[in-house]
C-alpha cells in the first residue's frame, strides 16, 4: 500500500507555531473523523449526494464493456484523440502520463506494442488544435470526445470541427471514427451521439467531473493504449477497503484531510503544494489542484453562512522546482503544507559514469541519478524543516497502476473529508458558472440575451 508519513508537520519537529500535536489532534478528532467516514460511506448510494465515485473500483460492468470495446478497435488506429476539459480531461492526461512508457507518442509502433499514441486537446487555443489536426490522419484516428453535460462549449467546438473535417474526409463511415462518453440520457452530446449511431460510454449519475477518472472517462482512453486497467481497479478496491477504517490512526486520507484541515484553520498554512519527485507524476499535481481547489474553494458553508474558505493548491515538481520555487517555500511567507510524492524504487536505473574522478564532480561518479534525485526530495524536506515549514510525504513502492490508483483515489477520499471538516458541499461549483453564462452571452447562445446587456454594459464601464 502507498504511505503517509506525518512526522514533519509534529511541533517537536517544526516547532509550536507552524506545528500541530498531531496524535493529540488525532486523538481529538477521533470521533467526528469516525463518523464523517462512516457517513459517507452510508450516504455514498443515495441519489444526489454525488458519491458514486466511491463506488467505482466495483463497475464491473463499464470494466467488461470498455475492454469488449478496446479489444475490438484494437490495431484500427493509429492514434487517439481525447477532446474534454477539466475534469474530463485531467485524469486521463495524469494517469497515462504516470503509466505509459515516457515518449509515448514518440516511440515507434513495435516499441509502443501497436497500440496507438494518445492525444489530449483539453483546451481550445486556436494553434494548438490547428497544430494537431494538422499532424493527425484523421482516417487513422480514434476521437474519444467526454463531456459529462454534454454541452461544454469548449468541448463541444472542439468535437464540431473534428467531426465536420472527419465527415469531409471519411465520408459516412466516420462515425467509426468517433466515441462519445457522455450521461446516459441528457444533453447535447447524448442527443447527437444516439442520432448519429456513435459508440458511447456513460458517465455516471452522482459522479462529478473531477472524480470521475475511474469510470468510463478515464478507463476508456486507459484500455485503448493498453494500460491494465485491473490492475486499476485493484489498486481502487484495496484502497477504498483501508479508507473505509474509520480509526483515524489507521486512515491515511483521514489523517491527510485533518492535517490540511488544522494547517489552514489554525496555522495559516493557506497553501497545499503537490510535489511529487517524479516526472511521470507531474501531472499528478495538475488533476490534485483541480480537485482540491474546485472542491473546495466556497463561498457559502452547508448552513448558508459566508466562509469564503479552501487553500490553494499548487503544483511543483521535484527536483525541477527545487530551482525555481524551493527558495519562497524555505525563505518566503510560512503560509504552505507540502505534500512531497516518494517513489522508492523506479522501473529503471541510471548509473552515473565514474569519469571526471578527481574534480569537484567526482562525487557522482559511481552513484545512480535514482540516488540523487531521492537524496534531493530528502535534503529539501530537511531544509524545509529547518525553515520551519511543515510537510508530509507520500510514498509509492512504485510506478504502477495499482499504485498510481491508490493515491488518486486516497486524494479524491481525503477531499471529500475535508469538505466535511471545513462543513462546504465538496461536490458543487457554483463559482464557475458566472463566467461561464458570460461567455454563451457573448458567442451569441440564445436564452443569454440579458446576460449579454448586462455584460455590454459592465464591459462597457470596464473600458
Ligand atoms: O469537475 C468538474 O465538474 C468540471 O471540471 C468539469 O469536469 C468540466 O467543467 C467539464 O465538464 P463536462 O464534462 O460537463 O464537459
Same mark, same amino acid.
Given at each position: 500500500?502507498?504511505?503517509?508519513?506525518?512526522?514533519?508537520?509534529?511541533?517537536?519537529?517544526?516547532?509550536?507555531?507552524?506545528?500541530?500535536?498531531?496524535?493529540?489532534?488525532?486523538?481529538?478528532?477521533?470521533?467526528?473523523?469516525?463518523?464523517?467516514?462512516?457517513?459517507?460511506?452510508?450516504?455514498?448510494?443515495?441519489?444526489?449526494?454525488?458519491?458514486?465515485?466511491?463506488?467505482?473500483?466495483?463497475? *464491473? *460492468?463499464?470494466?467488461?464493456?470498455?475492454?469488449e470495446y478496446?479489444?475490438?478497435?484494437?490495431?484500427r488506429?493509429?492514434?487517439?484523440?481525447?477532446?474534454?476539459?477539466?475534469?474530463?480531461?485531467?485524469?486521463?492526461?495524469?494517469?497515462?502520463?504516470?503509466? @505509459?512508457?515516457?515518449?509515448?507518442?514518440?516511440?515507434?509502433?513495435?516499441?509502443?506494442?501497436?497500440?496507438?499514441r494518445?492525444f489530449?486537446?483539453?483546451?481550445?487555443d486556436?494553434?494548438?488544435?490547428?497544430?494537431?489536426?494538422?499532424?493527425?490522419?484523421?482516417?487513422?484516428?480514434l476521437?474519444?470526445?467526454?463531456?459529462?453535460?454534454?454541452?461544454?462549449?469548449?468541448?463541444?467546438s472542439?468535437?464540431?470541427?473534428?467531426?465536420?473535417?472527419?465527415?469531409?474526409?471519411?465520408?459516412?463511415?466516420?462515425?467509426?471514427?468517433?466515441?462519445?462518453?457522455?450521461?446516459?440520457?441528457?444533453?447535447?452530446?447524448?442527443? @447527437?451521439?444516439?442520432?448519429?449511431?456513435?459508440?458511447?460510454f456513460?458517465?455516471?449519475?452522482?459522479?462529478?467531473?473531477?472524480?470521475?477518472?475511474?469510470?468510463?472517462?478515464?478507463?476508456?482512453?486507459?484500455?485503448?493504449?493498453?494500460?491494465?486497467i485491473?490492475?486499476?481497479?485493484?489498486?481502487?478496491?484495496?484502497?477504498?477497503?483501508?479508507?473505509?477504517?474509520?480509526?483515524?490512526?489507521?486512515?491515511?486520507?483521514?489523517?491527510?484531510?485533518?492535517?490540511?484541515?488544522?494547517?489552514?484553520?489554525?496555522?495559516?498554512?493557506? @497553501?497545499?503544494?503537490?510535489?511529487?519527485?517524479?516526472?511521470?507524476?507531474?501531472?499528478?499535481?495538475?488533476?490534485?489542484?483541480?480537485?482540491?481547489?474546485?472542491?473546495?474553494?466556497?463561498?457559502?458553508?452547508?448552513?448558508?453562512?459566508?466562509?469564503?474558505?479552501?487553500?490553494?493548491? @499548487?503544483?511543483?515538481?521535484?527536483?525541477?522546482?527545487?530551482?525555481?520555487?524551493?527558495?519562497?517555500?524555505?525563505?518566503?511567507?510560512?503560509?504552505?503544507?507540502?505534500?512531497?510524492?516518494?517513489?522508492?524504487?523506479?522501473?529503471?536505473?541510471?548509473?552515473?559514469?565514474?569519469?571526471?574522478?578527481?574534480?569537484?564532480?567526482?562525487?557522482?561518479?559511481?552513484?545512480?541519478?535514482?540516488?540523487?534525485?531521492?537524496?534531493?526530495?530528502?535534503?529539501?524536506?530537511?531544509?524545509?524543516?529547518?525553515?520551519?515549514?511543515?510537510?508530509?510525504?507520500?510514498?509509492?513502492?512504485?510506478?504502477?497502476?495499482?499504485?498510481?490508483?491508490?493515491?488518486?483515489?486516497?486524494?479524491?477520499?481525503?477531499?471529500?473529508?475535508?469538505?466535511?471538516?471545513?462543513?462546504?458541499?465538496?461536490?458543487?461549483?457554483?463559482?464557475?458558472?458566472?463566467?461561464?453564462?458570460?461567455?454563451?452571452?457573448?458567442?451569441?447562445?440564445?436564452?443569454?440575451?440579458?446576460?449579454?446587456?448586462?455584460?455590454?454594459?459592465?464591459?462597457?464601464?470596464?473600458?
Amino acid at each position: 500500500m502507498i504511505k503517509l508519513d506525518y512526522r514533519n508537520v509534529k511541533s517537536a519537529i517544526v516547532g509550536n507555531e507552524n506545528g500541530l500535536e498531531i496524535e493529540q489532534e488525532f486523538e481529538n478528532h477521533r470521533e467526528k473523523i469516525a463518523q464523517v467516514i462512516s457517513d459517507l460511506n452510508k450516504r455514498k448510494d443515495k441519489p444526489g449526494q454525488w458519491l458514486q465515485w466511491m463506488n467505482l473500483g466495483y463497475n *464491473e *460492468e463499464t470494466v467488461w464493456l470498455v475492454k469488449e470495446y478496446a479489444s475490438l478497435v484494437r490495431n484500427r488506429f493509429e492514434n487517439i484523440l481525447v477532446l474534454g476539459i477539466g475534469g474530463s480531461a485531467l485524469g486521463g492526461i495524469a494517469v497515462t502520463e504516470a503509466l @505509459l512508457k515516457p515518449y509515448w507518442n514518440l516511440l515507434t509502433e513495435e516499441q509502443r506494442n501497436n497500440y496507438p499514441r494518445i492525444f489530449f486537446l483539453d483546451n481550445i487555443d486556436p494553434d494548438q488544435i490547428q497544430g494537431l489536426l494538422d499532424l493527425l490522419d484523421l482516417k487513422k484516428t480514434l476521437v474519444n470526445v467526454i463531456t459529462k453535460s454534454g454541452s461544454t462549449a469548449e468541448t463541444m467546438s472542439q468535437y464540431m470541427i473534428v467531426k465536420d473535417l472527419m465527415e469531409k474526409e471519411l465520408g459516412d463511415d466516420y462515425r467509426k471514427n468517433i466515441v462519445a462518453t457522455t450521461d446516459k440520457k441528457t444533453g447535447f452530446l447524448r442527443q @447527437l451521439a444516439d442520432q448519429e449511431g456513435y459508440k458511447t460510454f456513460v458517465v455516471p449519475d452522482d459522479v462529478g467531473g473531477r472524480f470521475s477518472v475511474f469510470s468510463a472517462v478515464g478507463l476508456l482512453p486507459f484500455a485503448l493504449v493498453g494500460i491494465d486497467i485491473d490492475e486499476i481497479i485493484s489498486g481502487i478496491k484495496d484502497m477504498d477497503l483501508a479508507l473505509k477504517n474509520t480509526d483515524i490512526f489507521e486512515n491515511i486520507a483521514a489523517q491527510n484531510a485533518l492535517i490540511h484541515y488544522l494547517m489552514d484553520t489554525n496555522k495559516g498554512k493557506k @497553501l497545499s503544494v503537490m510535489m511529487p519527485y517524479s516526472s511521470r507524476l507531474r501531472y499528478v499535481s495538475d488533476w490534485y489542484v483541480q480537485l482540491w481547489a474546485e472542491s473546495l474553494g466556497k463561498e457559502f458553508d452547508n448552513q448558508g453562512e459566508k466562509v469564503n474558505c479552501g487553500p490553494t493548491p @499548487l503544483k511543483a515538481l521535484g527536483a525541477t522546482d527545487q530551482h525555481s520555487q524551493i527558495q519562497l517555500y524555505n525563505e518566503g511567507p510560512n503560509n504552505k503544507i507540502i505534500n512531497f510524492i516518494r517513489i522508492e524504487n523506479f522501473d529503471n536505473t541510471v548509473e552515473i559514469p565514474r569519469i571526471f574522478e578527481y574534480t569537484g564532480l567526482g562525487y557522482l561518479g559511481g552513484k545512480t541519478i535514482n540516488d540523487l534525485i531521492n537524496a534531493e526530495a530528502d535534503a529539501t524536506k530537511v531544509a524545509l524543516v529547518d525553515f520551519g515549514r511543515p510537510n508530509v510525504t507520500i510514498s509509492l513502492p512504485n510506478i504502477n497502476g495499482y499504485y498510481v490508483a491508490q493515491l488518486l483515489y486516497m486524494l479524491e477520499v481525503q477531499t471529500a473529508i475535508a469538505g466535511e471538516l471545513y462543513n462546504i458541499n465538496t461536490f458543487s461549483q457554483p463559482g464557475v458558472e458566472q463566467a461561464k453564462n458570460y461567455t454563451y452571452a457573448l458567442m451569441g447562445r440564445a436564452g443569454y440575451e440579458d446576460s449579454a446587456k448586462t455584460l455590454q454594459e459592465k464591459m462597457g464601464a470596464n473600458a
